[in-house]
């Protein structure tokens, strides 16, 4: 299984950026997708987490208390990926995103997860 999240870059406080994180699996809509970051000198933390793609939806999504509101994951089965769309970034959002895949639902815990991706890396400037 692969992971390979892409669209990080260079934006100004304020402005906002979309990340992406395609996943090689076969049956990805029965996988949950996380979101984690490692800011420079601080350890990884959850960002942001969707479940698998039950019958009657996308699945369910929850975030960190820091992203809330200005983040949203959502995830394209038909492209096996799963986006973190950010606005009104802030220089802490500065880090590199990575994105890890588990079975049915999300977890807030790294250990939870199966594969892991390279990641991308977020810089905003002040």
């Known amino acids: 299984v692969q992971l390979q999240a892409s669209g990080g870059g260079l934006v100004q406080a304020g402005e906002s950026l979309k990340i992406a994180c395609e996943v090689s699996?076969?049956?990805?809509?029965?996988?949950?997708v996380g979101w984690f970051r490692r800011a420079p000198g601080k350890e990884r933390s959850f960002v942001a987490g969707i479940s698998w793609s039950g019958a009657g939806g996308p699945g369910t999504t929850d975030y960190a208390n820091s992203v809330k509101g200005r983040f949203t994951i959502s995830r394209d089965d038909a492209k096996n990926t799963v986006y973190l769309q950010m606005n009104k970034l802030k220089p802490d959002d500065t880090a590199v995103y990575s994105c890890?895949?588990?079975?049915?639902?999300?977890?807030?815990?790294?250990?939870?997860?199966?594969?892991w991706g390279q990641g991308t890396l977020v810089t905003v400037s002040s």
């Open positions: 890890a895949t588990r079975p049915w639902g999300y977890s807030d815990l790294q250990g939870e997860y199966d594969y």
């Open positions: 699996l076969s049956n990805f809509s029965a996988y949950a």
